[in-house]
């Protein structure tokens, strides 16, 4: 079955980086759209970025453009967010998420992680 | 960007009835060349990731039990659970993914009445 597994959040301070990966099992990860989803404690859901199954279509959520870089390694299943700059405002719990189609990288999502809880605070 | 706006915020419902739950999109879903609404539903119980319920605005995902349906077209969106019980207690959300940046309501919280 489909695996979605977050790792790398923490406490940090802003203006700080922070490294988030989701390490992928079960389907082909080289196939899919990928996404990384956030949602601040006590609130809704915020898309952050996609990434095309071969990582040459990326989209970010204007709330994050210039800040995080998206990536993905197929060669590792592992998909990544780099997050630098980081505000008080990007406090919250983060996401891995497979998009639904193998064909189309805007999609809704059929698979998501435990997610990682991201800390930013003086 | 597509502003989703739900109602109510929060919902109680007496176990055995019917919840009703609205979505409202400020720009149709309706990509007319795929007849398709691209609209998906998603379930949030406390502590755990979401899970999608509905897409394509009607489609049940595999596994999803049938007293949830979804319907509506264009701008205006509804997702029905027919049959209330305790563990459909959560948080549900509509999305678009007609278009970047993806976008979300903002959550209706289902309780037991």
């Known amino acids: 079955q489909v695996q979605l597994v977050e790792s790398g959040g923490g406490v940090v301070q802003p203006r700080m980086s922070l490294r988030l990966s989701c390490a992928a099992s079960?389907?082909?990860?080289?196939?899919?759209?990928m996404h990384w989803v956030r949602q601040a404690p006590g609130k809704g859901l915020e898309w952050v970025a996609v990434?095309?199954?071969?990582?040459?279509?990326?989209h970010y959520a204007e709330s994050v453009k210039g800040r995080f870089t998206i990536s993905r390694d197929n060669s590792k299943n592992t998909l990544s967010l780099q997050m630098n700059n980081l505000r008080n405002e990007d406090t919250g719990v983060y996401y891995c998420?497979?998009?639904?189609?193998?064909?189309?990288?805007?999609?809704?999502?059929?698979?998501w992680g435990q997610g990682t809880r991201v800390t930013v605070s003086s | 960007d597509i502003v989703m706006n739900q109602s109510p915020d929060s919902l109680a419902v007496s176990l055995g009835e019917r919840a009703t739950i609205n979505c409202k999109s400020s720009?149709?879903?309706?990509?007319?060349?795929?007849?398709?609404?691209?609209l998906a539903w998603y379930q949030q119980k406390p502590g755990q990731p979401p899970k999608v319920l509905i897409y394509w605005a009607s489609t049940r995902e595999s596994g999803v039990p049938d007293r949830f349906s979804g319907s509506g077209s264009g701008t205006d969106f509804t997702l029905t659970i027919s049959r209330l019980q305790a563990e459909d207690v959560a948080v549900y959300y509509c999305q678009q993914y007609l278009t970047t940046p993806l976008t979300f309501g903002q959550g209706t919280r289902l309780e037991i009445k």
């Open positions: 079960g389907f082909a990860f080289s196939s899919f759209g």
């Open positions: 990434i095309s199954y071969d990582g040459s279509e990326i």
């Open positions: 720009q149709s879903l309706l990509y007319t060349s795929r007849n398709k609404d691209f």
């Open positions: 998420a497979k998009g639904w189609d193998n064909i189309v990288t805007i999609n809704f999502f059929d698979a």
